[in-house]
């Protein structure tokens, strides 16, 4: 289950770089009624084109619109970059000194350490 989610979310990741192949892969299919109906050379008699202007037509407007997503896309990445800014106000609070003596633990010499908490390993 959790291979057949990865290669799907793999393959809607990898889609937008494959769209110039589905568009091929479209015209492929349907070359044959483009090649009738919608070329611009299809009433010559030795039509050498057989739709492949309309596959370039298909192309560059495919490619034209992915720039387009692009650019817009580097511009909301500018504009969050540019939203996401704040200023920080920042307050001093004044420091309360304490008049106890805090030195007592350090007046006296200790007077031993425990050696309970280290054991050598044992050869």
């Given at each position: ?39 611009v050379q ?23 619109n992915e ?57």
């Open positions: 289950m959790k291979s057949l989610i990865i290669t799907a979310l793999s393959l809607l990741i990898l889609s937008p770089s494959f769209g110039s192949l589905f568009v091929y892969a479209s015209f492929k299919i349907n070359q044959k009624e483009i090649a009738k109906t919608i070329c299809r009433k010559m008699s030795f039509n050498s084109c057989n739709g492949r202007c309309e596959l370039q037509k298909s192309i560059k407007k495919y490619s034209d720039r387009k997503m692009q650019d817009s896309l580097k511009e909301k990445i500018e504009l969050v970059y540019i939203q996401n800014t704040f200023n920080a106000e920042v307050t001093f609070i004044a420091v309360i000194e304490s008049k106890e003596n805090t030195s007592v633990l350090f007046e006296k010499k200790p007077i031993g350490s425990p050696n309970s908490t280290f054991r050598p390993p044992l050869a």
